[in-house]
């Protein structure tokens, strides 16, 4: 009972930092530094670093769980190709849009390794579906992959400020939300709970 109770209160507490973190984040590169949220900024730095802590935590629990290896490389790649997009200003000094080729790359690994390792990957995947740490993690990134991109819309909050809008409005909204999901994501990626039993006890 106290266990379950205070896995309850770990993961309330664990959203509220996440909620915070955009909120400090854009009123240091808004208000202390006046910088507008550049490429370079405090908040686009943070969302980067939270992304790459994510594949990190999943690619750590590959050696320790070789029942879930598939699946856990196939989260730490999703992860890490995501880090490289966050990655584009810089990669595109190189040439535009040379992200696409690390990520190409990052991808087509896991993937061959998680069908090498079939076994080790559809199993695991249902049971994560099915735990707390995988609910966490998906409502990371339907706020990062879906509300953000909408809410955070030029043409939706030009609509409703007409002649009030100002770009910064929409940045601030965008990716501030992003960093809230990407927040939430690295929590799921850190909490650990043991998934059903009738699913067999895989500990991501």
């Not at 309330?12 to 909120?23: E, V």
């Not at 966050?86 to 896991?110: K, Q, S």
């Not at 509300?147 to 409703?160: C, K, Y």
Request: hydrophobic content about 55%; overall charge neutral; aromatic content about 12%.
């Amino acid at each position: 009972m106290i266990r379950g109770s205070w896995a309850t209160v770990s993961i309330f507490i664990g959203l509220i930092l996440a909620a915070l973190l955009p909120i400090a984040t854009v009123y240091l590169d808004i208000v202390v530094l006046d910088n507008g949220l550049p490429e370079v900024g405090v908040t686009e730095t943070v969302q980067a670093v939270l992304l790459l802590a994510s594949a990190v935590l999943f690619a750590r629990k590959v050696k320790r769980n070789p029942k879930a290896r598939g699946f856990l490389v196939l989260v730490a790649a999703f992860f890490l190709v995501m880090f490289i997009r966050e990655l584009d200003y810089y990669l595109d000094m190189i040439v535009h849009g040379f992200w696409v080729y690390p990520a190409l790359l990052v991808t087509g690994m896991a993937i061959a390794y998680a069908v090498k390792n079939s076994g080790t990957t559809l199993a695991p995947m249902t049971a994560f579906g099915y735990s707390q740490q995988g609910a966490i993690i998906c409502i990371g990134l339907v706020i990062v992959l879906v509300f953000s991109r909408l809410f955070g819309t030029g043409s939706f909050w030009e609509l409703i400020l007409q002649e009030a809008y100002v770009s910064l409005s929409k940045t601030i909204v965008q990716e501030g939300l992003e960093l809230l999901g990407y927040g939430i994501i690295l929590f799921g990626s850190a909490y650990r709970r043991p998934a059903p039993r009738n699913l067999a006890a895989l500990e991501f």
